[in-house]
């Protein structure tokens, strides 16, 4: 299944991701997740991306295409994958069908997960994350069992950097600008499944393995983008 959650921050993608992997199989390769593990690990990369992120802007399309593509090459993605935070601006969503079309291959569905404003806040503010394995809670709904210490691997839990107000309020305002279009850009060529993502995570869950399930074979002649 090649399959794509679309979503402001904070929508809950990567809670969904994670939730699906199982599921639906093809590994959850969030562009977010790999930019803060090359950080955390000092790579050029991680240096060229972190002033971006810390400010709530998109990293450049050309480190995130060349980092994609090689990721997407792997092994492990030859039968599908759930792409969470990629494509983030119509340029990336253009080059992804590109990809694909180059192998023969196209999406199954774009999830986009539609949240409010005033709980995409309330979720972000009390969301922590395990900064070894990626696992996500919030303080009040998806509680660790020991408090500050994730469940999967016991390391302390924290609130990541760019999660103070201001740049919660510009990561929304790039979200505006760079990523409706993404959405536009799937509707227009008939992918897009809106999915209310206030209804819990199961309830989501469901709603878009649903989905997944029964979506018309891909082909990649339905993206505007394939390549002769
Ligand atoms: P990224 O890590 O992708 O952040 P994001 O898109 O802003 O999304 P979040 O991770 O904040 O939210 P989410 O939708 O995954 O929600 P979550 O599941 O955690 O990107 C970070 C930065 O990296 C970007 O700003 C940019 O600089 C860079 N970057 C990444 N990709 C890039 C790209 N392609 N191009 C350029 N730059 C890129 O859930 C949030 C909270 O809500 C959690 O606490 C969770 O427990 C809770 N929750 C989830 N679902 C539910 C539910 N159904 N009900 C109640 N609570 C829920």
Redesign the pocket.
């Known amino acids: 299944m090649r399959v794509v ?1 679309l ?12 939730a699906l992997e199982a599921r639906l199989g093809g590994p959850h390769i ?7 593990a090359h950080v955390q690990q000092g790579t050029a990369l991680g240096a060229q ?1 972190r002033p ?2 810390d ?7 050309s ?2 295409l060349s980092m ?1 593509e090689e990721r997407l090459r792997e092994p492990d993605a030859a039968n599908g994958f759930l792409l ?6 119509r340029e ?1 969503a253009i080059a992804l069908d590109q990809l694909l079309a180059r192998i023969g291959q196209g999406l199954e569905a774009v999830i986009y ?1 539609e ?1 409010p404003p005033a ?2 806040v ?3 503010s ?4 395990c900064p070894r394995c990626a696992r ?4 009040d ?2 509680p660790p069992k020991a408090p500050g210490r994730c469940d999967q691997c016991g390391e302390a839990l924290i609130q ?1 950097d ?2 103070t107000p201001e ?1 919660i309020r510009r ?1 929304f305002e ?2 505006s600008g ?2 409706e279009p993404v959405i536009a850009y799937y509707r227009e060529s008939g992918r897009l499944h809106a999915v209310d ?5 199961t ?2 869950c469901a709603r878009v393995e649903e989905i997944v399930r029964s979506a018309r074979p891909p082909s990649p002649t339905r993206s505007e983008a394939a390549l002769p």
Do not use: C, W
């Open positions: 959650l979503g402001p921050p904070g929508a809950g993608k990567g809670t969904q991701a994670r969030s562009t977010g997740d790999m930019l803060r991306a971006y992120m400010a709530g802007e998109l990293v450049p399309d480190l995130i994609m969470d935070g990629f494509p983030r601006t990336q997960l949240v709980e995409l309330r979720r972000l009390g969301r922590r994350t996500i809670y919030h303080v709904t998806m990541r760019d999660e740049v990561r790039v979200y760079e990523t993502g206030t209804t819990g995570v309830n989501v």
